[in-house]
């Protein structure tokens, strides 16, 4: 029912930023856990950030905590990945992924609609 659309992705020198947007349509946002992954060539997909239903509460793994920021604005349906101090083992394609529930999860597989992804690429 929901659409996500990523965008914001690009190259970027070691150090860098870049922020990251996914618009959702179709439903309501303010219902749907947000979630970010990322998935490089060969690698599986690794959860990068979560949100709750109100942005309150947020979750990060230690590879990116202290320099990833997820936040949502539910009035644009629209959340977002700040990511500053970029490695580059940053370097995936970054996708975009909602859930029905009050829960938030850091699985790939507790989300049930995704994004199209949109490119990262961290240069030394």
């Known amino acids: 029912q929901i659409q996500l659309v990523e965008s914001g992705g690009g190259s970027v020198q070691a150090g860098g930023s870049l922020r990251l947007s996914c618009a959702a349509s179709g439903h309501t946002f303010s219902i749907y856990v947000m979630g970010w992954f990322r998935q490089a060539p060969g690698k599986e997909r690794e959860f990068v950030a979560a949100?709750?239903?109100?942005?309150?509460?947020?979750y990060y793994p230690d590879s990116v905590k202290g320099r990833f920021t997820i936040s949502r604005d539910n009035a644009k349906n629209t959340a977002y990945l700040q990511m500053n101090s970029l490695k580059p083992e940053d370097t995936a394609v970054y996708y975009c992924?909602?859930?029905?529930?009050?829960?938030?999860?850091?699985?790939?597989?507790?989300?049930?609609?995704w994004g199209q992804g949109t490119q990262v690429t961290v240069s030394s």
């Open positions: 949100s709750s239903r109100n942005g309150i509460n947020t």
């Open positions: 992924a909602a859930r029905a529930t009050t829960v938030v999860r850091i699985t790939s597989g507790e989300y049930d609609y």
